[in-house]
């Protein structure tokens, strides 16, 4: 296994993980990379590691190119252990190397492993000189933990942001213009939306920062190295960060003896005679992380579930735990279901939505056990109204 060169004398010495399809509870049907990056200069620097499996992988991609006894610094830009796993193997072999990293990935490395390396701690801004080329560090806090940094070389015009920009994709492709660009939107989106999405202001005060430095390449810690479309991968995070959205609506919902999936049907039907674009996703069938890619974009969130047990379905009950994790703002929300007797599940969906800051427009809908035509009628009426009522400035 070879280094694959992004710039003179600057390699991608990553692991690929094929086979991995769970990321810690995201389903990453494409596998994922870890990257690492090599610079060899007059100080030759490792810039993050690989998972701590694909230890042997990352040696040998750096044997193809320099003995690794002959690294200096190891740049740990983050500590998630993706990215800080093969540590231990790699100080095992460079002992005298230092390791430079923030202040919280200091905290954060000693709190994981336990040793006393050689560490350095660099503050937001600093820079360090390997010769011809310089390493400046950016805090990141996080995007995506309290100890997340980046590293931009301004001879190279290389941005090494470690988990921002990523996307799972494990690949022998290496650059974004080599893979098929829908794909590859899609995962960066589907990153995003499931790792990225609390953290919004975070990430707004990360592009404020980077947006004085020229950026020719950004070379994240997962999937591709971006070599083109900087701008317009910039422009999408700002639109995330920002909870920006489509005039779209996505139904996302779980039926029982289907009377709430012909709640959704005919909310869809209403909605699309509103004009509006619309996606619908059954959470038997649609894993959680999946209807993260979408909701990204969507402003208008449509949830269902029948009653049970006094609650709601538990698939539904998950999708929720999820969102509230992850916090999409500025959404606008509708709950919908049947019942038998309590017809607690609506009031349920609709207090999640409240706690998340959501606008509810129309009160939640609840219809008793097999709906008629006439109910039915009257759900679609209030997917047009809905429909009317989400604007198109967003
Ligand atoms: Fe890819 Fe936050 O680790």
Redesign the pocket.
């Known amino acids: 296994m070879k280094a694959i060169p992004l710039k003179k004398d600057i390699y991608w010495v990553g692991g690929i993980d094929w086979n991995l399809r769970n ?1 810690h509870g995201y389903l990453t049907q494409r596998g994922t990379t ?1 990257n690492a990056y090599l610079i060899i200069d007059e100080k030759v620097t490792l810039v993050d590691t690989v998972k701590h499996y694909l230890f042997d992988e990352m040696i040998e991609r750096i044997k193809s190119v320099i003995d690794p006894e002959k690294i200096d610094y190891i740049i740990s830009n ?1 500590v ?4 800080s796993g093969s540590l231990p193997k790699i100080v095992k072999i460079i002992p005298d190397a230092k390791i430079i990293t923030s202040t919280n990935g200091l905290k954060g490395l000693k709190l994981h492993y336990n040793q006393n390396w050689n560490f350095q701690e660099v503050r937001s801004g600093d820079s360090l000189e390997l010769g011809r080329r310089t390493l400046k560090f950016f805090h990141m806090p996080m995007v ?2 309290p100890d ?1 940094m980046a590293t931009y070389i301004p001879e190279d015009k290389l941005l090494l942001p ?2 921002a920009f ?1 996307q799972h994709i494990a690949s022998n492709e290496r650059f974004n213009d080599e893979l098929e660009s829908g794909i590859l939107l899609e995962e960066a989106a589907k990153y995003y939306a499931n ?1 990225v999405l609390p953290y919004g202001e975070q990430v707004k005060r990360a592009l404020s920062a980077l947006s004085a430095l020229d950026i020719e390449m950004i070379g994240p ?2 999937g591709i190295v971006w070599r083109s479309k900087i701008p317009e991968i910039i422009k999408l995070y700002a639109k995330w960060a920002d909870n920006q959205t489509d005039r779209k609506a996505l139904i996302v919902y779980d039926t029982m003896w289907d009377s709430t999936r012909k709640m959704a049907y005919k909310l869809q039907e209403g909605l699309l005679e509103g004009g509006m674009a619309v996606d619908m996703r059954d959470l038997k069938t649609t894993h959680i992380s999946d209807i993260m890619t979408e909701l990204i974009n969507a402003k208008l969130i449509l949830i269902g579930s029948p009653t049970l047990n006094n609650g709601i379905l538990p698939t539904v009950g998950a999708f929720l735990t999820y969102i509230k994790g992850l916090r999409p703002a500025k959404r606008t929300g509708f709950a919908f279901g049947s019942y038998g007797w309590g017809g607690q599940a609506v009031k349920i969906i609709e207090d999640v939505m409240k706690s998340l800051n959501w606008e509810i427009p129309v009160e939640g809908k609840k219809l008793q056990y097999v709906p008629e035509k006439d109910a039915l009628s009257e759900v679609k009426e209030i997917g047009r109204e809905l429909a009317g009522r989400t604007g198109r400035e967003d």
């Open positions: 990321f870890y983050h998630e252990m993706d990215h995506h933990w997340s470690n988990d990523g790792i810690s997962h």
